[in-house]
Structure formats: structure tokens, C-alpha cells
């Protein structure tokens, strides 16, 4: 991938236990990207060896070791344990990204904390959070939801900030999973489902050279789980397809897709919200 080391997480119904299915289902993936050059992977225990210059009347520099610790304890606070992490650092020791996958799983799917910080100005600390979470050394940093951004000002509290972003985390598995059933039960015929291909290639200008590939994906797709004919797995067929750009690349075409697809599942949510009922049978105004 252009130079690029990637560590995948395969993902895989909300539970808050230590057992772990022997077979995760591959659905959905958080993966960090580090070119060796700009950064390098580090072990969790290297994050104590890290730098920390000194701060300044408008600036707060965050040890990365102590940033992973506070989210390390307010998950752990509402039950949640790290089960893999990844990270990596500039070789200043002034920029980390990290990945962190929990156990928290929900329909098929594990979810997965995407984390950056910078000591040298260069970027604002924060969180993103889903099943599909991207952390890159060129910046590339998204997820389902942003939980935390933060400046490195002097009166910020890590401590509450994190937690704070924490407790965002824990209030979009809701809707999130929400979002995922649906796209799990909105069954697609087959000619709908060559529409939609089509159509996503045309509105959004994905690299015509995968259409192919989509296409093998979706309707001969590699895994038992997603030969359903089901928006899910069409998402899956083209994210799975998607992985053969380079980081970049990949980075906006998976936002991308997520703008063509939403509309879709927030049709089909709002079509199944009962009618509001008038209290005492009188008629809304």
C-alpha cells in the first residue's frame, strides 16, 4: 500500500464480556497506517518514553503515555477494556496516532477508538469512534463519530475532556447500531443493487477501474456472512474494494460512500417511526 505498514482489526451484536467468539465476523475494520518515515509503530510501554516539552502561557502540551491512560480509565470506569491497541509516533516523539479496539461489540461488528495528539502545534487532540475508523500519519483521521477535538489550551482538563468524549462514545452506540440493523434487514434486488453501483460510480466519481470489483464482491462475495443481498453487504462490497487504493484514496471514497448511503438508511429509519398520536384523541396542529 504505497510503502504503507496497515494493521487491520476484523470486527465483529453488543456485548460487555471477556469472551471472545472464536470466529469474528469480518465486518467493518479500524486500521492504522504509519509509513515508517513519519512515524514509527511503538509498543504501548514506549509511551512513557515519549517526550514532553514544557508548556507555555498558551499552550498545554498532553504526555501521550498520560492521554492513553485517561481513556485507558474512563472506559474502563463504564466496563470497557481495551482488547487491541496500535500506535504510532514521529520520531521527535511529538506526534502519536493510535488505534484502540474495545469490547464492545454490536451486530457483527467491534467497535474501534482512532486517537491522535501533537505536542508540537501541528493538530488538536481527539477521538473518532465507530466500525469504520481510519488513522493515518498524514493525517487521515476519521470514524462513524467525532467524539473529542481539543485544543492544547492551558486551562484544559484531560481528565474531564476525555471523559466527556468517552461518554459520547458510549451514547452513539444506540443509534449507531440502529443504523447497522437497518442496513443489515434493507434487502436490495438484484437489478436495484446494479442500479446502486452504478449510480454511486456516477454521483461520486469513484475510481471506475473497481466497479468490477464491486460488483464480484457484492454479488460473489468472498465471505459466508454477507451473501445476503442486503445494503450491508453492498456497503461491505465496496469498502472491500476500496482497500486496493492507496491511503489517501481510500480515505475519500469511504467518506464518500457514507454520504451515498446515509440517505438511504435515514429514509427507511424515518419510515419506520410510528405516527404521533394526539393526547386525548384530539388532531395535531
Known sequence: MNGLEETTFRNGRLVMDSEEPENLIPAGNGSLMSDGRTTRKIARDDLKLLPVPPSTDTFQPISH???????????????????RSEFAASP???????LLEINAVMEGVRFAIGLRNSNDKSMR??????????????????GDFNPLL?????????????????DRIHRSFKPLERAIITKRLMRIADDEARVLIYQAFLEEKFPISLIKNVHQNYFEPEWE???????????????????????LA????????????????ETTLADSKPAPVAANGGDWQ
Open 125 to 142: 487532540l481527539g477521538l473518532v469512534a465507530g466500525y469504520r475508523v481510519q488513522v493515518c500519519d498524514n493525517m487521515m483521521f476519521s
Open 225 to 247: 456472512d454477507f451473501r445476503e443481498r442486503t445494503l450491508w453487504s453492498l456497503e461491505n462490497a465496496f469498502t472491500e474494494s476500496f482497500k486496493e487504493l492507496n491511503p
Open 92 to 98: 521527535d516523539g511529538m506526534k502519536l496516532f493510535g
Open 150 to 166: 481539543a485544543k492544547h489550551t492551558k486551562g484544559l482538563d484531560l481528565i474531564e475532556s476525555v471523559s466527556i468524549g468517552v
Open 65 to 83: 503515555n498520560g492521554l492513553v491512560d485517561a481513556l485507558e480509565d474512563s472506559l474502563a470506569l463504564r466496563r470497557f477494556q481495551i482488547l
Open 250 to 265: 481510500q480515505y475519500q471514497t469511504t467518506a464518500r460512500l457514507g454520504r451515498f448511503i446515509a440517505p438511504l438508511v
